[in-house]
Every structure is written in structure tokens, then in C-alpha cells.
Nanobody, 116 residues
Framework: QVQLVESGGGLVQAGGSLRLSCKAS???????MGWYRQAPGKQRELVAI???????TYADSVKGRFTISRDSALNTVVLQMNSLKPEDTAVYYC???????????WGQGTQVTVSS
């Protein structure tokens, strides 16, 4: 069973920064790995994804403020979140898809709260 271990998150004032990290317990290289978020009463949405070869995709709402990076050897991705806004408040979930495995894997979620 693959585990995605998340760290980071917490409470920050608007304009501040936070860093989320996610490490996969599996040694198989990932195909895609990244972050989704879900705010109360809203659907889960993509935040940022990075492919195994480094291509990135960002939600329009976070472009220019968030940066996703990877350490493929460690099967770890990091989401650096700058210029945070109250509307970024949500539970952030790590996501991974591995080569040779059609299953989606999710972390347990970490709370990010941005106060105004």
C-alpha cells in the first residue's frame, strides 16, 4: 500500500508564505504528483501538478504565487506558497500517479488557513 506523507500547512496571515511537502513511500518513480485542495462547501480542485519529467500545471488562481518542485530520487514534491490570500484557505491533499499503476493515490490532507 502506497502512503503519501504530507507535512507543512498551518495558519498564516494574508500575504505570508507556507511550504507543503509530500513524500511517497513507494520507490517507483511517479508519473504525476502534486496538490489538490478543497474548501468548505466546494469541490476538490487542482492546485499544481508536476510530471515525472518536470512539466508543471497550475490553477489560474495560483499562477505567479505558488511553485511546485520535485525531487524524483526521493519521490517528493514541494509546494511553495507565497502571497497567500484568504481564499487559499482549504484542506490541501497530495496526489500521486505512478508508472505502471493505474490507481490514484491521495494523502490524508493538511489544513491551510489564511487570515485576513
Amino acid at each position: 500500500q502506497v502512503q503519501l506523507v504530507e507535512s507543512g500547512g498551518g495558519l498564516v496571515q494574508a500575504g505570508g508564505s507556507l511550504r507543503l511537502s509530500c513524500k511517497a513511500s513507494r520507490s517507483t518513480r511517479f508519473n504525476r504528483m502534486g496538490w489538490y485542495r478543497q474548501a468548505p462547501g466546494k469541490q476538490r480542485e487542482l492546485v499544481a501538478i508536476i510530471s515525472g519529467i518536470g512539466y508543471t500545471t497550475y490553477a489560474d488562481s495560483v499562477k505567479g504565487r505558488f511553485t511546485i518542485s520535485r525531487d524524483s530520487a526521493l519521490n517528493t514534491v514541494v509546494l511553495q506558497m507565497n502571497s497567500l490570500k484568504p481564499e487559499d484557505t482549504a484542506v490541501y491533499y497530495c496526489y500521486a500517479l505512478f508508472y505502471g499503476d493505474a490507481s490514484d493515490y491521495w494523502g490524508q490532507g493538511t489544513q491551510v488557513t489564511v487570515s485576513s
